[in-house]
């Protein structure tokens, strides 16, 4: 009994936590798209764990920081009057520190 009713106290900070990390991951994906519109490579870089992984549609992994860093170098002349339009961010909490964040988004340049 005495665990159960621990565990029940301890439900709403379980929850309150989760709910900060879902919007903490949210707030990063914004402001991940607000540099990218800004053009700011280097503090985009900075913002990514050195594992960090890019994870494609059909399951390839990708190297996040390098493949960035390239892609940005590849188009940075080509690509002017930059956006991003995010239809939805949403976030799934997946282990104590850690959430899986899945995005759409219109991006349109000139």
Same mark, same amino acid.
């Given at each position: 009994? *005495? +665990? ?13 936590? /989760? $709910? ?5 991951? $949210?707030?990063?994906?914004?402001? =991940? =798209? ?10 985009? +870089?900075?913002?990514?764990? $050195?594992?960090? /992984? ?18 940005? $170098? +590849? ?6 009057? =930059?956006?991003?339009?995010? *239809? =939805? ?22």
């Amino acid at each position: 009994m *005495k +665990k159960l009713l621990f565990l029940l106290a301890l439900l709403p900070a379980i929850a309150f936590s /989760q $709910e900060d990390l879902k919007t903490s991951a $949210e707030e990063f994906v914004r402001n =991940y =798209y607000k540099l990218f519109q800004e053009s700011n490579i280097d503090l985009l +870089k900075d913002k990514f764990a $050195e594992d960090a /992984q890019f994870i494609l549609a059909h399951g390839q992994v990708l190297p996040l920081r390098e493949t960035l860093q390239s892609n940005f $170098e +590849k188009n940075r002349d080509s690509i002017t009057n =930059y956006k991003i339009e995010v *239809k =939805y961010i949403i976030a799934d909490v997946t282990a104590p520190n850690s959430a899986f964040v899945t995005t759409s988004c219109i991006e349109s340049w000139d």
